[in-house]
């Protein structure tokens, strides 16, 4: 993809998640591997919901800033999913709602966060993993993600927000409302004792999709 059709694709994808509510302000970042194995990135500071094509943040392969505003502060995050993600082509961060809320659940299970409720959610996302609290830009985020070691596409972190890593941007962004829309419906069914996917069910699809379920 040519990279203006990549910087016009971010922009677009942006201002349709600010425009649904999923991240407020100036929260959320994105970023996508360029054909030179490069990276677009969103700047710091900016909202999603009127991003500029021409000031993203644009590194090249050694991971120098050649380009465009100053990156997010939250690159960290991104760094450690390219890092240890051979196939990540894009990565997106958001403040959204239900995931937040649900990171702050005592009955959430940190090493799979989401309930078993749609079969969609397993495909796209496989286990997500939820990780500890941290002050914003703080590089021990990036460290936790790291320490994944590639295994997990979709992690939240505590009190702060979900990231997800997928093949490109379209993917991810795909990937990243399936997980706030099945945390939606983990708040809206909580304690009202909901009919999940069985193990036999569960099993069906990770076999049948070759989802990455360890
Ligand atoms: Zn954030």
């Known amino acids: 993809m040519s990279e203006t059709k990549?910087?016009?694709?971010?922009?677009?994808?942006?201002?349709?998640?600010?425009?649904?509510g999923m991240t407020?302000?100036?929260?959320?970042?994105?970023?996508?591997?360029?054909?030179?194995?490069?990276?677009?990135?969103t700047p710091t500071g900016s909202s999603f919901g009127r991003l500029?094509?021409?000031?993203?943040?644009?590194?090249?392969?050694?991971?120098?800033?050649?380009?465009?505003?100053?990156?997010?502060?939250?690159?960290?995050?991104?760094?450690?999913?390219?890092?240890?993600?051979?196939s990540a082509g894009a990565v997106v961060h958001l403040h959204s709602t239900h995931s937040v809320a649900?990171?702050?659940?005592?009955?959430?299970?940190?090493?799979?966060?989401?309930?078993?409720?749609?079969?969609?959610?397993?495909?796209?996302?496989?286990?997500v993993k939820l990780l500890p609290y941290f002050r914003p830009g703080d590089p021990a985020m990036g460290d936790a993600v790291r320490g994944l070691a590639g295994k997990r596409s979709a992690v939240v972190l505590a009190n702060h927000g979900p990231v997800v890593a997928s093949k490109d941007l379209e993917a991810a962004v795909y990937a990243m409302e399936e997980l706030?829309?099945?945390?939606?419906?983990?708040i809206l069914l909580r304690g009202a004792n909901a009919v999940h996917l069985t193990h036999e069910q569960i099993t069906d699809v990770?076999?049948?999709?070759?989802?990455?379920?360890d």
């Open 6 to 20: 990549l910087r016009e694709d971010i922009c677009w994808q942006a201002a349709s998640i600010f425009n649904r």
């Open 24 to 41: 407020g302000g100036a929260s959320g970042n994105i970023s996508v591997r360029t054909e030179d194995g490069g990276l677009l990135v």
């Open 52 to 86: 500029d094509p021409a000031r993203l943040s644009r590194f090249d392969a050694a991971g120098n800033h050649i380009g465009g505003d100053k990156p997010t502060k939250e690159m960290p995050l991104h760094a450690a999913f390219y890092e240890t993600r051979r």
């Open 102 to 127: 649900l990171s702050m659940l005592p009955e959430t299970d940190p090493d799979n966060m989401l309930p078993p409720l749609t079969a969609y959610s397993i495909m796209r996302l496989g286990k």
């Open 180 to 186: 706030e829309e099945t945390a939606k419906l983990a």
């Open 206 to 213: 990770v076999t049948k999709f070759e989802v990455d379920w």
